[in-house]
């Protein structure tokens, strides 16, 4: 009981940020909205993800840039759509990803990583 306890004291901090994150400020009517921050450190932690998952699939060596802009929907999870610059050490392109996830599962799952 105890250990369930301190489980759930730990995961208190994660819960807390995101509900209160921009990045998962959604509209009420459903449907894509704008991420209001797209500097928040959350976002740029799905920006990696993405990155990172993109690399393992396709044998790449792409770093993140900077994330330019981003959407999110919510749907039994939230899906975020990220516009973002990552360069392989010669060349910057525009890329676009499309992450989804299920935080209170802790998944995260790659869908789209393409160059646009």
């Known amino acids: 009981m105890q250990q369930i306890q301190h489980f759930l004291v730990l995961l208190l901090p994660l819960f807390f940020h995101l509900i209160t ?17 797209i500097h928040d450190p959350y976002v740029t ?8 998952e993109y690399n393992k699939q396709s044998k790449a060596s792409l770093k993140l ?11 039994s999870g939230t899906t975020y759509r990220l ?9 910057t392109k525009d890329y676009r990803a499309v992450v989804w996830e299920n935080a209170s599962q802790g998944f995260r799952k790659l869908d789209i990583f393409v160059a646009i």
């Open 83 to 91: 516009l973002l610059k990552a360069t392989d050490g010669t060349f």
């Open 45 to 52: 932690q799905l920006a990696e993800f993405a990155v990172n």
């Open 21 to 37: 994150s921009d990045a998962l400020k959604a509209s009420e009517d459903g449907g894509w909205s704008p991420i209001r921050n």
């Open 65 to 75: 840039v900077a994330v330019e802009s981003g959407d999110t929907e919510v749907a």
